[in-house]
């Protein structure tokens, strides 16, 4: 299955997977915001350890590598909206070609990849102590996914001239090495460990079919060469 018209006529029915993705991440972040409100101190008491705070999962706080998925940042909407925009408007084709139960495998294998790598990455290169929140990982694996199940479907993207969706990977990849260097306050790690770990759960490089289909391409490609 192949689109190619662009996303509009896609997405007028919401998948359950998706559904109920943004019906919990929205739902959490308007509670978080009413309890900032309502109990600013015990709110920043709770924040480290909902978010993901490198330092905190060395010393065996491992819940941040979860729930950090599920937390944003609590003085902007604008973080959670763009993320739940993508999943809204790509969400629905993976879902329906992988089936709900591996869609939010994938969202929330996704994700917890890029805290590992995000983790690993402040740990060796940054500041442990700098918590980092938001879908960002989960949302750039299934960009990745839509990208590699649907590679030519067109795209009608703000800003952009129609592309191809294999191209959303490449784009992904500029737009973050941009903010690498202009933005510190981005969890830049985090996008591409979630972009990683949605290649791993699409393509699963570790079979012997992969293998046996990259050498194939290789091949081809060095016969066009000559």
Not at 49 to 72: K, R, S, Y
Not at 91 to 112: D, I, N, S, W
Not at 179 to 196: E, N, T, Y
Request: with cysteine; charged share 15%; glycine share 8%.
């Amino acid at each position: 299955m192949s689109p190619r018209f662009g996303l509009r006529p896609w997405f007028t029915k919401l998948t359950p997977g998706v559904r109920g993705l943004i019906t919990i991440t929205a739902a959490i972040h308007v509670a978080l915001l009413v309890f900032r409100l309502a109990n600013e101190d015990a709110f920043w008491a709770l924040f480290p350890h909902i978010a993901l705070v490198p330092g905190n999962v060395v010393e065996f706080e491992f819940q941040g590598l979860f729930t950090t998925l599920f937390v944003h940042d609590p003085f902007s909407i604008f973080h959670v909206i763009l993320n739940l925009m993508v999943l809204y408007f790509l969400g629905p084709m993976v879902e329906k070609q992988m089936g709900a139960r591996r869609f939010v495998t994938l969202y929330l294998g996704a994700g917890l990849c890029g805290s590992v790598v995000y983790t690993a990455w402040a740990l060796l290169f940054s500041d442990p102590s700098l918590p980092a929140v938001g879908a960002s990982g989960s949302i750039l694996g299934v960009l990745v996914a839509f990208a590699l199940l649907f590679p030519n479907a067109m795209l009608r993207l703000l800003m952009f001239a129609p592309m191809r969706a294999r191209n959303l990977i490449w784009l992904a990849l500029a737009l973050d090495l941009v903010i690498l260097f202009s933005d510190s306050s981005v969890a830049v790690p985090a996008h591409l460990g979630g972009m990683l770990g949605g290649f791993l759960i699409i393509r699963r490089p570790w079979r012997p079919a992969y293998r046996r289909r990259v050498m194939r391409d290789f091949q081809t490609w060095l016969r066009r060469r000559r």
